[in-house]
C-alpha cells in the first residue's frame, strides 16, 4: 500500500515537472503565470490527488495510464529541443531530466529503506513508528487491485505493528472489514441491549485483538488465550467467524493466510502434535516425563488427535470458499513449495495409516495419559480412524471417537472438492481420500450407533469390539455439534438419527448435561464436575432453528460472564462468578459468531428488552 502510494504520488510530481517546463517554455510568454500560481496550482494537484487515493477514487486504468505517459516524457523533451535547435530549452530539459532522475533515484532509496525497516522489524532489532496510512486501502472490490496491492500491504502490516502487551512478538492492528462489521452488527442491536452490545464488540474483536502474533517467517501464530501455544484447534476455530470477512480485506488475507501456512508446517512437523509453540525454546525445562509423551522445544503438546487435523483441512477449505481460487493462487498459500499439499498427503496418510493402529507399529505409540500404561485400550478395525485424544486434550476411552470421525469425513470431502482447483497431477491422492471418508462414513454407520429408549443415536466412542461410550462433551467436534460441522450421511437421509443423538445429548441421560439455578447445558470432564461450557450454549443455539431456544442460550451467555464481558472455558451455573480460565478465545469467537447469525432475531423479540 506504502509503495503503491509513493509510485502513485512520485508519477503526479514527474507531471507537475513536466507541467511547468510546458509553463515555461509555451505557455508563460502569453499567460501571465507566476512562479507563486505555479506552485499553487502543484500544490492543489497534489493535495487533490492524495485525497483521491486516500479514499479509494484512484483506478489502476488511471494509474497505468500515467505510468505509460511519464515514460515517454524525457523522450518527448529531447525531441522539442533538438527540433527547435534552442540551447535555453536544451538546458531547461536537461534539468527536467535531472528532477526526474532524482525523484527516481530517492524512490528507489526510499523502497530500499522500507525492506531494510522490514526485516529488522521482523527481526526485533527496531520499533519502527507506524506508517501513515498504511492499511487505508486495504479493503477494495477490485480483485486486481487486491491482488496488486497486496504484497505491500503485507510489508505494511508487519510495520505497522507495535504492542508492548507482548514483547517477543509483533501483534496484529485489527483489519478494516473486523472493525465494520463490528459496528454494522453492534449498531443493528436494540439499544437497550447495552450489555450485549459491550460483550459482542469484546468477544468478537478478541482472538485478532489479543491471540494473534506475526511471526519472523511471516506466517501468523494464534494462541489460545491464557495459554501461549498455538493449538491447530483451537486456532481455526478461533478465526472462524472472521473467514466471511476476508475476501474484500487484504490485511485479514494476508493474517489467515500466514494461519494457513503456519499450521502446514506444523502439521509437516509432526502430524501427532495438537499444539506448538511460538518459536523454538531451546532453554525450556521439560522434564523426563514429557519427553515420553513428545514434547520438545518447539512441540508444546503430542496428544495425538483426530479433530486437530480435520480442523486444518476445514480452514484451508474455508479460506478458500471465502476468497476464492484466483487469490490463492495469486499469493501462493497452497501451491508455493507445495508445503501445503504435503501436509494435506500427510494428514490422509496418518488417517490411513490409524485405521489399523498397532502401538508396536504406529509412530503414535503411547503418551502417559493414556489408559493401559500408556497405550490406549485396545481396538478392532471398523473403518474409522483411530484418536488418541479428544478435543478437550482427555485421553479416549474407547479410540474411535465419533464426533471427530465425522469431521474427517466432512474435511476429507472438502479435499476431494478444493484439491483439482490447484493441481492437476493428484489423481491417487484424491481416490485415497474418496476411498478413506467411504471407509469411515461405513464404519459409523456400522459401529457407532445404539438403540436408546427405542430411538437409535450415535455413540461418542466405540472400540469395534462391542463397547461403546455414551456421553457428549462441550468441546468441538462434538455430537450436539454434527449439524454445524456440516456432517450427513446417505446412510441416514432423513436426519434422524442425528435428532435423536441431539435430543439424548441435552438431557439428563448424558452424565456430562448440567443444570442450575443460572443455566443449564453440557460441561467435561475436562474441567470441575457440575460446570457448564459457554461453547456447548453457543453451539446448542448455532444448531437450532427455534428461536426461543437460541435466544435462551444467548441469554444464558449473558447472564453468566461474571461482569467480564467474555466467555470462559466453564463456569458454576449456581455461581457463574466461579468459572475456569478467564482469557479462552475460542468461546468469545463463537459467542460473536452467534451473534452475527442471530441479530436479526435479536432485532425482532428483544426491542426494548435490557440487560
Avoid at 502417559?368 to 481396538?379: D, F, H, V, W, Y
Avoid at 442460550?553 to 455461581?575: K, R, Y
Wanted: hydrophobic share 35%.
Amino acid at each position: 500500500m506504502i509503495i503503491k502510494r509513493d509510485i502513485v504520488l512520485l508519477l503526479l510530481v514527474f507531471f507537475s515537472v513536466y507541467s511547468i517546463a510546458f509553463f515555461i517554455f509555451f505557455v508563460r510568454p502569453n499567460s501571465g503565470m507566476t512562479e507563486n500560481k505555479v506552485t499553487e496550482m502543484i500544490d492543489s494537484r497534489i493535495n487533490k490527488f492524495e485525497s483521491r487515493f486516500e479514499t479509494g477514487q484512484k483506478s489502476d486504468d488511471e494509474i497505468n495510464a500515467q505510468i505509460k505517459a511519464i515514460s515517454s516524457i524525457i523522450e518527448e523533451l529531447n525531441s522539442k529541443s533538438t527540433s527547435r535547435n534552442d540551447n535555453k530549452l536544451s538546458e531547461k530539459v536537461s534539468e527536467v531530466t535531472k528532477s526526474l532522475q532524482n525523484l527516481q533515484t530517492q524512490f528507489n532509496s526510499d523502497i530500499t529503506l522500507l525492506k531494510s525497516s522490514l526485516e529488522s522489524a521482523i527481526k526485533g532489532k527496531v520499533n519502527p513508528a507506524p506508517i501513515k496510512n498504511a492499511l487505508s486501502l486495504s479493503s477494495s472490490d477490485d480483485p486486481t487491485t487486491m491482488l496488486n496491492l497486496k504484497p505491500f500491504i503485507n510489508y505494511a502490516i508487519r510495520l505497522q505493528l507495535d504492542d508492548k502487551r507482548m514483547p517477543k512478538h509483533q501483534s496484529v492492528r485489527v483489519p478494516a472489514a473486523i472493525r465494520a462489521e463490528i459496528e454494522t452488527v453492534a449498531s443493528s442491536l436494540p439499544s437497550s441491549l447495552t450489555k450485549l452490545k459491550t460483550m459482542f464488540r469484546n468477544c468478537f474483536v478478541s482472538t485478532i485483538n489479543t491471540t494473534t502474533q506475526l511471526a519472523p517467517d511471516g506466517t501468523t501464530h494464534v494462541f489460545t488465550g491464557d495459554i501461549p501455544a498455538l493449538w491447530l484447534r483451537d486456532s481455526s476455530a478461533q478465526v472462524h467467524h472472521y473467514l466471511p470477512l476476508a475476501s474484500k480485506d487484504l490485511h485479514l488475507q494476508v493474517i489467515l493466510e500466514g494461519l494457513v501456512t503456519r499450521q502446514s508446517q506444523f502439521v509437516l512437523l509432526d502430524p501427532y502434535s495438537n499444539a506448538f509453540r511460538f518459536e523454538d525454546e531451546p532453554n525450556v525445562q521439560i522434564s523426563f516425563q514429557e519427553k515420553n509423551d513428545g514434547k520438545t522445544t518447539k512441540i508444546w503438546e503430542r496428544k495425538y488427535e483426530v479433530d486437530s487435523l480435520a480442523y486444518f483441512l476445514s480452514l484451508s477449505y474455508k479460506y478458500w470458499q471465502s476468497v476464492g481460487t484466483t487469490v490463492c493462487k495469486a499469493s501462493g498459500v497452497y501451491t508455493k513449495e507445495d508445503v501445503w499439499i504435503n501436509a494435506v498427503e500427510k494428514v490422509v496418510d496418518v488417517w490411513i495409516a490409524e485405521q489399523n493402529h498397532d502401538p508396536q507399529t504406529s509412530p503414535y505409540k503411547y503418551h502417559s495419559e493414556m489408559p493401559q500404561g500408556g497405550r490406549a485400550n485396545p481396538t478392532q478395525y471398523t473403518g474409522m480412524t483411530w484418536s488418541g485424544f479428544r478435543p478437550s486434550d482427555d485421553a479416549c476411552q474407547y479410540n474411535y471417537l465419533v464426533p471427530s470421525n465425522m469431521f474427517a469425513v466432512v474435511t476429507l470431502k472438502q479435499m476431494e472438492e478444493m484439491i483439482p482447483n490447484f493441481y492437476d497431477n493428484k489423481q491417487n491422492l484424491i481416490k485415497k481420500i474418496v476411498k478413506l471418508y467411504k471407509d469411515i462414513d461405513e464404519g459409523i454407520h456400522k459401529h457407532a450407533i445404539v438403540e436408546q429408549n427405542g430411538k437409535k443415536i450415535y455413540a461418542y466412542e466405540t472400540d469395534g469390539k462391542g463397547n461403546y461410550n455414551l456421553m457428549d462433551d462441550a468441546n468441538v467436534p462434538s455430537l450436539l455439534s454434527i449439524p454445524y460441522l456440516n456432517y450427513t450421511s446417505e446412510r441416514d437421509p432423513s436426519g434422524e438419527i442425528t435428532q435423536n443423538t441431539r435430543q439424548w445429548v441435552l438431557s439428563k441421560n448424558n452424565r456430562y448435561y448440567y443444570e442450575g439455578s443460572k443455566a443449564k447445558g453440557i460441561g467435561s470432564p475436562h474441567t470441575y464436575h457440575g460446570y457448564i461450557w459457554p461453547i456447548a450454549l453457543t453451539m446448542q443455539a448455532l444448531t437450532t432453528t427455534n428461536e426461543d431456544e437460541i435466544l435462551n442460550m444467548i441469554e444464558s451467555c449473558i447472564v453468566t460472564d461474571a461482569g467480564t464481558n467474555l466467555m470462559h472455558e466453564s463456569f458454576d451455573p449456581n455461581n457463574p462468578s466461579r468459572f475456569s480460565r478467564p482469557w479462552f478465545a475460542w468461546a468469545n469467537s463463537l459467542f460473536g459468531e452467534m451473534i452475527v447469525k442471530y441479530q436479526k432475531i435479536i432485532q425482532k423479540k428483544w426491542q426494548g428488552k435490557s440487560f
